[in-house]
C-alpha cells in the first residue's frame, strides 16, 4: 500500500490530518502486507517525519521509494526501512514517469545499492519491462525488480495486450537473471488481475486507486476491495 497521497491531502493544507501513519496501521489491520512511501526531493507529501513515524508503527514490511540523490540516500541509510525501491525522480512531474534508467545509472548504483545492502534492506530498482534494464539490474546487485505498469495501466484494446505480454516476458527474464519480481504504477480494481497473475511477481505496489476509493468505503473497505479483485490476499 502506497501512502503518499494520504499526505498529499494533509499537505494541502500543511497541517496534521489526515495522518498517513494512522492511514498506514489501519490498512495493515485490513490485510495489506507491506507500506511504501517516497520521500521526494521537494518533499512535496511524505515528510522526513512521516518515514520515523512510520518505521516506528508499521508492522508488516515498510518500503521506501527514494531516489539516487545524495541527501535521499543518507535519510534512507538511517530510516531502518526494510526495503528500497529506487526511483527516478523528475521536479516536473505530477506522479514518477518512466522506470529508472539502470543502464545510465551503473556508476551511481554500484556506490548506492551496496550501502543500502549493508544496512540490511532489500534493494529494488524500479524499471520499465525492458530487457536492458533487467540485465543492467542484475548487474547492480538488486534483489528485485518493480515492473513499472504504467504504459499497461494507460493502454487500451490489443495496445493493452501487448503491454501485458511485454510485462509477462519481462518476469521471465527478471526470473532467469535471479532477480525477484514486483510491479506497480496506475494499478486499479479492473486492471490489477491480470498483473497479479503474472508469473513471479510476489508484491503489488498500488496507491493512488486505493487512496482514492478509500473516501468512499473507508481505509478498510478500500484494501478488502483490492485484495478480492486480485485473487487471493
Ligand atoms: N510504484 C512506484 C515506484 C511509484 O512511484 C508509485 C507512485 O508513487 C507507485 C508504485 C504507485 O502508483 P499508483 O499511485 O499509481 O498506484
Not at 517525519?49 to 508503527?57: I, K, S, T
Not at 531516489?67 to 543518507?74: D, H, N, R, S
Not at 514517469?97 to 530498482?125: F, I, K, M, W, Y
Request: with cysteine.
Amino acid at each position: 500500500m502506497n501512502i503518499d497521497h494520504v499526505a498529499t491531502v494533509r499537505q494541502a493544507r500543511r497541517g496534521e490530518s489526515p495522518d498517513p501513519v494512522a492511514w498506514a496501521v489501519a490498512a495493515e489491520r485490513a490485510g495489506a502486507q507491506g507500506i511504501t512511501c517516497h520521500l521526494r526531493v521537494d518533499r512535496r507529501h511524505i515528510q522526513d517525519e512521516d518515514v520515523r513515524r512510520l518505521r516506528e508503527a508499521v508492522t508488516t514490511l515498510l518500503n521506501l521509494e527514494m531516489a539516487l540523490e545524495p541527501g535521499i540516500v543518507e535519510i534512507a541509510l538511517a530510516s531502518g526501512a526494510d526495503q528500497f525501491c529506487i526511483v527516478p525522480e523528475n521536479r516536473k512531474e505530477i506522479t514518477t514517469e518512466g522506470g529508472l534508467n539502470a543502464v545510465a545509472e551503473a556508476d551511481r548504483l554500484a556506490l548506492v545499492v551496496p550501502r543500502l545492502r549493508q544496512v540490511g534492506g532489500q534493494v529494488s530498482l524500479f524499471v520499465d519491462p525492458d530487457l536492458e534494464q533487467l540485465d543492467a539490474a542484475s548487474r547492480a546487485e538488486a534483489e528485485y525488480v518493480e515492473l513499472h505498469t504504467g504504459s499497461y495501466s494507460n493502454a487500451r484494446g490489443a495496445e493493452r495486450e501487448r503491454e501485458l505480454g511485454r510485462l509477462a516476458r519481462a518476469c521471465e527474464r527478471a526470473h532467469e537473471l535471479g532477480l525477484r519480481v514486483n510491479a506497480g504504477h496506475g494499478l486499479d480494481y479492473d486492471n490489477v488481475d491480470a498483473i497479479a497473475a503474472l508469473p513471479h511477481v510476489e508484491e503489488l505496489n498500488i496507491g493512488h486507486s486505493i487512496v482514492s476509493r478509500s473516501l468512499t468505503v473507508g481505509v478498510e473497505g478500500a484494501i478488502r476491495e483490492m485484495i478480492a479483485a486480485f485473487g487471493s490476499p
